[in-house]
């Protein structure tokens, strides 16, 4: 089990968590509705996080209305996805605004914590897959937050043709992670010159205009890290496949028994 000491009431209150229990996407939306300063968000959510264990998975309400905004909820749920949109220390490929030479950029950490807190809703950042203004308005961000690996996102994918091949992609690996588009505000030069001798631009604070799926990212580490509230289902595949053959392995160097009989 992969546990890590968090406070999501925003106090004192602490608790230890289990990363993989299937809560982290609604832990990822009270981070974020703590950093917009929404109250109301907060204690909505806050409430639903700390009865979790204690409500059923969908409770019989009171009027009729409540059955339909429960099931939405549950539903909406049920098409998140948390992912990695950036590393920090990364190099990535781009161009000098004066005069398009190449060059390389590497995100600091925090880099878009400033954009990021004056935002008036997450949904503004665009989400483009492959970065393709044909490919808009599948999914919509809904919350991020930075830690010391990367830039987190939260996004929740349409209930739509193009909404649910874009879900099963992401699930099964046939997507292969994230990539943004983000304008530097404020970057440093290193001294020595990145691979083919390109300058690299370390940059401190960027404007997040868009970040998406896309086949091929630049960034290794902007990978899924759950679909729907679990790890998707190629890295449980994957993770599977290597115990059968760890299992193999071993058994296969296992000297044999002569004889018959139960040993």
Known sequence: MS???IR?????????????DGFEPLR????????????????RLQHQYWNRERLPARPAPARATSVRETDQEFEEHSREVLTYVATWGVLSASE?????????????????D????????????RLRVNHRPDLDGVARWVGFWADHVGQRGLCVVDDSPAGRLLLE???????GGF???????????????????????????????????????ADEGAVVL??????????????????????????????????????
């Open 8 to 20: 999501l009431d925003m106090t004192a209150r602490e608790e230890i968590i289990d990363i993989a």
């Open 114 to 125: 400033h954009d990021l807190k004056n935002l008036v809703s997450p949904d503004r950042v």
């Open 226 to 263: 759950s679909v729907g509230g679990r790890r998707p289902r190629f890295q449980l595949v994957g993770e599977a496949v290597e115990r059968d053959q760890l299992l193999r392995q071993v058994l296969g160097q296992q000297p044999r028994r002569a004889g018959g009989g139960i040993h």
């Open 179 to 217: 990539s943004v588009h983000a304008v530097p505000r404020r970057s440093t030069e290193r001294e020595v010159p990145g691979p083919r001798g390109w300058p690299v631009f370390d940059v401190v604070e960027a404007e997040l205009l868009e970040a998406g799926p896309v086949d091929e990212p």
């Open 3 to 5: 546990e890590q000491r």
């Open 96 to 112: 000098v605004e004066e005069d398009g030479s190449p060059c390389w950029i590497s995100f600091s950490r925090g880099a878009f």
């Open 169 to 175: 992609g992401l699930d099964r690996g046939e997507i």
């Open 28 to 43: 990822v939306r009270i981070r974020a509705a703590h950093e917009a300063g929404d109250r109301d968000e907060l204690t």
